[in-house]
């Protein structure tokens, strides 16, 4: 297999885990629709932020230390899942849809980021890729390995902009017409606050069972 065709196929392997509904999709439609295009494009950022860190990691070799002290990714899988499930039964609970998250007043656009940010990084669905995909895909014979690890960062980092922020503007837009209809905007709400536990419990359960 020659270089550029390595290459396209962990495009191809890393576009199949994005587009999975999970923990990340669902912070950024979440965002969207509480806060806007401008909120889920900053969440967007946050994921990519936390999906650069995940690389490094994995470069770096964080991601044998965490296959070595399996406690760690437990841990992590725990914190992702019930931060998710906090935000998700916070929408549930609202009685205002729109224009913030409750429990949490009108997050700034860079707080969304950082939200966005440690949710990426608290996702045990983006460590299970590191340990047993993103190492197969460095190779001594195609050079520098620090190189190899930035063009398929770059690579994770195009495809959650491209999936997660056509996902945003799609959000956005719907946000407006449920403003407009504030029965329809708090049952949106409430499905999405649903979907962020249904996934927060699915994310722990198959990722318990991972490891």
């Keep these: 297999m020659d270089h550029f065709s390595h290459l ?22 979440a965002s969207s629709l509480t806060g806007g295009r401008k909120s889920g494009l900053f969440a967007v950022g946050g994921v990519v932020a936390g999906g650069i860190c995940h690389v490094i990691a994995g470069a770096l070799g964080l991601s044998l230390l965490l296959q070595l002290v399996p406690g760690m990714v437990t841990v992590m899988l725990v914190a992702g899942s019930a931060y998710i499930a906090w935000i998700g039964w916070s929408l549930l609970r609202s009685t ?29 669905k983006a460590y299970l890729f590191m340990l047993a995909i993103f190492p197969q895909f460095l190779r001594l014979e195609y050079g520098a390995l620090w190189i190899q690890a930035m063009a398929l960062g770059l690579i994770i980092a195009f495809t959650q902009v491209g999936v997660y922020g056509a996902l945003a503007l799609a959000a956005g837009e719907a946000r407006q017409w449920l403003a407009d209809q504030p029965a329809a905007g708090t049952i949106a709400a409430r499905a999405v606050g649903l979907m962020l536990i249904l996934g927060a419990v699915f994310t722990a359960w198959q990722g318990w069972g991972q490891f």
Excluded: Y
């Excluded at 396209?8 to 912070?27: C, E, R, S, T, Y």
């Excluded at 849809?97 to 990084?121: M, Y």
């Design 96 to 124: 205002s849809v729109f224009g913030a998250l409750p429990a949490v007043g009108r997050p700034s656009p860079w707080r969304t980021f950082r939200q966005a940010a440690l949710t990426c990084l608290l996702n045990p």
């Design 8 to 29: 396209w196929l962990f495009f191809l392997m890393v576009l199949g885990i994005i587009i999975l509904p999970g923990m990340d999709m669902a912070f950024v439609m």
